[in-house]
């Protein structure tokens, strides 16, 4: 006889062998490039493409917590999307809504925390609603933090962080010699949380496109030609795989 245990998600067959592996990283950052491509290839509207994609989030952010990846970062939307087509933009801006909708349940299911990084005061207020609402939801889980990039630039929250840091000093908080590294990471928006060890972009561009630029200074890259809506947790365990080896480079000298 077999019983189905409701609430107890199992792990794939794929993930449950890398989590006793040594070395995942800790906090995964991605590009999830391609996904208007990944439509128009089909002959269906760009718009399609980001659906599919939101899809893929769901995906890959169970089989980082199946992996124990603490942080997974998600550029989800930079400051330079805002140049796209009005109808394609204020798509997108319904996404977070439709994702809480169908998907929240299993991610308090799965322990994940919601979070943001980014200029949130640009973005649409049904969509601020919709995402306040997903991080209260989640704001005492401790497994995966799963971290939206929205609205977010890297060249703009540096700049942020500077003038902060200058309104501080102006107003004697901090001294100038007490400024550091450290201290100076404090006012991004990543402000708590470990860099990203590994950066994955997909859809074959191999670049940064202004995303983690301070944070990433040691994180290692991985890119792929595939495009977002087709990535997938195989995909994934190859680039951990790939960083691993890396690592065990590195150790060997
Ligand atoms: C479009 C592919 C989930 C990339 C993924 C507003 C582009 C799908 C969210 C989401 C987007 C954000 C916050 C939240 C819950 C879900 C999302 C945007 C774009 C930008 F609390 N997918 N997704 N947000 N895309």
Redesign the pocket.
């Known amino acids: 006889m077999s019983f189905k245990l409701p609430f107890i998600k199992a792990k794939s067959k794929k993930t449950a062998h890398l989590n006793e592996l040594e070395n995942i990283p800790r906090h995964v950052a991605i590009i999830?490039d391609g996904?208007g491509r990944w439509a128009q290839k089909r002959g269906l509207p760009r718009i399609a493409g980001?659906?599919e994609?939101?899809d893929?989030?769901r995906k890959v952010a169970k089989a980082a917590s199946d992996m124990n990846v603490k942080i997974l970062t998600?550029?989800?939307?930079s400051t330079e999307n805002w140049k796209r087509p009005s109808k394609e933009v204020e798509f997108?801006?319904r996404?977070?809504k439709e994702?809480?909708h169908v998907?929240l349940p299993e991610m308090i299911e799965n322990n994940v925390r919601?979070e943001?990084i980014g200029n949130m005061n640009d973005?649409p207020e049904h969509?601020k609603k919709?995402?306040a609402y997903?991080?209260e939801q989640t704001k005492n889980n401790d497994g995966l933090l799963?971290n939206?990039a929205?609205n977010y630039g890297s060249r703009f929250e540096i700049m942020e962080a500077m003038k902060r840091v200058m309104s501080d000093v102006k107003a004697s908080k901090l001294s100038i010699d007490a400024l550091d590294e450290q201290e100076f990471s404090k006012y991004l928006y990543t402000e708590g949380l470990s860099d990203p060890d590994l950066l994955i972009r997909t859809s074959g561009e191999q670049r940064l496109s202004n995303f983690l630029l301070w944070q990433s200074a040691y994180t290692e890259f991985w890119f792929t030609e595939v495009l977002?809506?087709d990535f997938n947790e195989d995909l994934l365990i190859k680039a951990f795989k790939e960083y691993q080896r890396r690592k065990r480079r590195y150790g060997g000298i």
């Open positions: 999830m996904n980001h659906k994609g939101m893929v989030v998600l550029y989800a939307f997108i801006m996404l977070p994702f809480i998907y919601i943001t973005i969509t919709a995402v997903a991080k799963l939206f929205l977002w809506p």
